[in-house]
C-alpha cells in the first residue's frame, strides 16, 4: 500500500502538507505571521524559565516548543488523516495567535506515516529521539497506533490519537481523543435495535485489528444483550480493496435488518459505489424496513465517495460537522477559511483539533512540558469550547463525550437523528465484552 496516494484529485492537497515537515505557525485566518523566535522576546520567561519547563531535553527554548504531527498523507488512508492534519494545524495556529503555550510558540514537524504501520513506528523513533518533540498528534487505524505505542512508552512520549477504535487498551501514553467502542458501538446497536426494530445483523470490515475487535463487540452484544437477535454474516477485506461484488450477492441473499459497515480508508469508495450501482440504496433499504448503519465513514470519506452514493445510510459518531451550536459554528468557519471552502470536517478531524488545545491545557495546569507532568495534570482537564460540546478527559485518558446518529444526506452532510441524553462515560475495559 506504501506509494498509493488516494484520491488523485486530491494529490496536490497532500503534497502542499508534505512539503512543509517543520513550520512555525502562528498565523490564523488572515492575520500577519508573528515575529519570528530571533526577534521576538518571550513576555513569560521570567514566570515560566526554560530550565524549569523542561527537565527531560524536549524541543523547547525561551521561544519555542516543537510538536510532531504523524498521519497518512499518502496511500489508503490519505482520504481520512488528511483532514486531521488540516485540524490540528488549525488549532496550533489559532494557538500561538492567542499567545502560545507558556509563552512560547508552537513549531511542527511533520511525518507521513504512508499508510504502512512499520513506517509508522519508524517516524514516531524520530519524532521522540532525535526531534525530542513535546508531544505527537497523529495516527489513525489501530494498527499505526499499536505500531507506535511501545516505542512511546519506551521513551515515554505523549501521543494525542483522534479516532473512535475499539478500546481494550489505556496507556499513560496516550491520550484518546475518540471515541471508545462502548461509547459509539454500543449505542448505535442499541438505537438500530429498538428504533429500527433490528434482528439481524450482517457484520463487515476492513481487515486489520479495529474493525475485528469492535465486530467482536457488537457481535457479543447483539447475541448477549439483545433479545432475538443474531448475526447472520462477518465478513473482512484488506485496505485498499475494491470490489466487493461478491459480498453484495451475499448481503443480499440473507438480507439482514442492518448491515453493519467498518469498512475504512479509500476502500468506502469502491464499497458505497459499488452498493449504490447494485440499487442498495437508502431509500431501497428503508422499502425493507432495513438499514446500514457504520462506525467508520465521517464526512471525509463522504467527499471522495460523493453523498449520492451513500445517502439515506446511518452513522454513529460523537460529532457531524452540521451539529448546531456557536462552539462548532466558530470551528467550521475556521477550518474552511484556513482550508477551503471546499474542505469538510468529520469526526476524528474534529477530535484531532481537541488534541492540542488539550495538550496546551494540560501543559499550562502543571507548568511544564516534560510528559510526567502531562500525565499527572491530564486527567479532569475541561475543554468547554470543543465543537462537539463540552468534553472532558477522564483518569483513563479518554474523554467523556456524547454518542449520535445522523443520517447521510446527498450533499455528504449529516442530518442529525439523535444523541445521548448525557455525556458517556469512557470504559475502555468494559466486563463481558473482552
Not at 79 to 98: D, H, K, M
Not at 134 to 152: D, E, H, M
Request: glycine share 8%; hydrophobic share 40%.
Amino acid at each position: 500500500m506504501q506509494g498509493q496516494t488516494f484520491p488523485s484529485s486530491g494529490t496536490s492537497r497532500f503534497k502542499r502538507l508534505l512539503r512543509r515537515p517543520v513550520e512555525t505557525l502562528a498565523l490564523t485566518l488572515g492575520l500577519s505571521v508573528a515575529l519570528s523566535a530571533t526577534e521576538w522576546v518571550n513576555p513569560v520567561l521570567d514566570q515560566f524559565p526554560t530550565e524549569k519547563v523542561n527537565t527531560t531535553n524536549l524541543a523547547v527554548t525561551d521561544n519555542t516548543v516543537t510538536v510532531g504531527i504523524l498521519h497518512s498523507l499518502t496511500g489508503t488512508m490519505a482520504i481520512s488523516e488528511t483532514g486531521s492534519v488540516e485540524a490540528e494545524r488549525l488549532a496550533i495556529a489559532q494557538i500561538n495567535e492567542a499567545g502560545g503555550v507558556l509563552g512560547r510558540q508552537i513549531r511542527i514537524i511533520t511525518e507521513d506515516g504512508a499508510s504502512d504501520w512499520p513506517t509508522f513506528a519508524e517516524r514516531s523513533r524520530k519524532l521522540l529521539i532525535n526531534d525530542r518533540v513535546a508531544a505527537v498528534f497523529g495516527c489513525w487505524t489501530s494498527a499505526s497506533r499499536k505500531a507506535v505505542l511501545p516505542i512511546f512508552e519506551r521513551h515515554n512520549g505523549m501521543l494525542y490519537y483522534p479516532t473512535f477504535y475499539e478500546g481494550l487498551e489505556a496507556s499513560k501514553n496516550v491520550i484518546y481523543t475518540g471515541q471508545e467502542a462502548t461509547q459509539q458501538v454500543i449505542f448505535g446497536l442499541d438505537w438500530a435495535y429498538n428504533e429500527k426494530g433490528a434482528r439481524t445483523f450482517y457484520l463487515i470490515g476492513s481487515d486489520y485489528i479495529w474493525p475485528r475487535t469492535v465486530n467482536k463487540i457488537a457481535r457479543i452484544h447483539i447475541e448477549r444483550h439483545l433479545e432475538d437477535a443474531r448475526v447472520v454474516g462477518e465478513d473482512y477485506f484488506p485496505l485498499g480493496h475494491t470490489n466487493f461484488n461478491s459480498l453484495i450477492n451475499r448481503v443480499r441473499l440473507r438480507r439482514p435488518d442492518v448491515i453493519y459497515s467498518v469498512v475504512v480508508g479509500g476502500s468506502n469508495v469502491a464499497w458505497y459505489r459499488q452498493l449504490n450501482a447494485a440499487g442498495i440504496t437508502g431509500e431501497s433499504l428503508a422499502r425493507n424496513n432495513q438499514i446500514l448503519l457504520t462506525i467508520s465513514t465521517t464526512e471525509d470519506e463522504l467527499k471522495g465517495i460523493g453523498g449520492e452514493n451513500a445517502a439515506g445510510f446511518y452513522a454513529c459518531m460523537k460529532y457531524f460537522q452540521s451539529l448546531d451550536n456557536e462552539n462548532n459554528k466558530a470551528f467550521v468557519a475556521a477550518f474552511k477559511a484556513m482550508h477551503g471552502e471546499d474542505s469538510v470536517i468529520g469526526d476524528v478531524t474534529q477530535a484531532a483539533y481537541l488534541g492540542p488545545w488539550l495538550w496546551k491545557k494540560a501543559v499550562e495546569a502543571g507548568g511544564s512540558f516534560d510528559v510526567a507532568s502531562l500525565q499527572k495534570h491530564s486527567p479532569g482537564i475541561e475543554f468547554h469550547e470543543a465543537p462537539e460540546g463540552y468534553v472532558k478527559i477522564h483518569e483513563n485518558h479518554h474523554l467523556w463525550s456524547r454518542a449520535r446518529i445522523g443520517r447521510i444526506l446527498p450533499n455528504g452532510q449529516f442530518e442529525l437523528v439523535t444523541e445521548s441524553p448525557e455525556l458517556i462515560e469512557p470504559d475502555p475495559f468494559p466486563e463481558g465484552y473482552q
